[in-house]
């Protein structure tokens, strides 16, 4: 269990909260990270490269000139890998990235991720909810309250977002927003600083500490 000081959208301590989540052994930690980072990343690849072979090269079904007496290499096609424009050797072929890992080691890696960032982790309470239209500025000023610098890479973590909220980030290059219940281990390790909303860490707790 970790407990977490809760600041308010100025960043005065407002109280306490705790959040308690199954992690993984300390040996088995890192692999499990690792693993689980790099199924997210293999699934985003799409696959679809695609090269031509000799065979699928349109043209190249006369012989490009005669066998003997021109003093140059013999030549079949003018589609062999060996002249531009030729079939492409080896090339890359559509093909399925994914990764296959267990469902109930994805959530532990999730839940180990997360933990182990809670140093780094700002709990808010009603983060945003003051804002009556999207602005921008209103958000860096409170990360600045809350003594994350202009240049960290911040993930901010809300129960619901509202899309004042969204709008606001937007336009901000290294801060992003995610729903508390579609949280991945890449986003919180790639993170700087965690800003998670009070309500998101109830969401959290519900949505992730059942297992």
């Known amino acids: 269990m970790a407990s977490c ?5 100025q960043g005065k301590e407002a109280g306490e909260a705790t959040l308690d989540l199954k992690v993984a052994k300390e040996t088995s930690a890192v692999d499990l990270m690792h693993r689980s980072v790099l199924r997210q990343q293999a699934h985003s690849r799409q696959g679809t490269a695609s090269t ?3 065979s699928e090269v349109r043209g190249g079904g006369r012989k490009p000139y005669k066998q003997k007496g ?8 003018i589609r062999t890998p060996l002249r531009p424009g030729g079939g492409i050797i080896f090339g890359p072929k559509p093909r399925n990235y994914s ?10 890696a999730l839940r180990t991720a997360l933990m182990a960032r809670i140093t780094d982790m ?7 909810k003051s804002l009556k239209i999207p602005k921008t500025s209103e958000v860096t000023a409170a990360l600045s309250r809350l003594g994350i610098s202009s240049e960290a890479k911040v993930l901010i973590i809300l129960s619901n977002p509202s899309e004042t909220i969204r709008r606001s980030v937007r336009n901000l290059k290294k801060v992003k927003l995610i729903a508390a219940d579609q949280l991945n281990v890449f986003d919180l390790l790639h993170a700087n600083s965690l800003v998670v909303g009070q309500e998101a860490l109830a969401t959290i707790q519900e949505v992730y500490g059942n297992d």
């Open 70 to 77: 021109t003093g140059r290499a013999r030549q079949g096609s």
């Open 122 to 128: 700002k709990v808010v309470k009603d983060f945003g």
């Open 52 to 54: 031509l072979t000799r």
């Open 5 to 9: 000081v809760v600041l308010d959208w």
């Open 99 to 108: 990764l296959t890992m267990n469902r109930k080691e994805r959530r532990l």
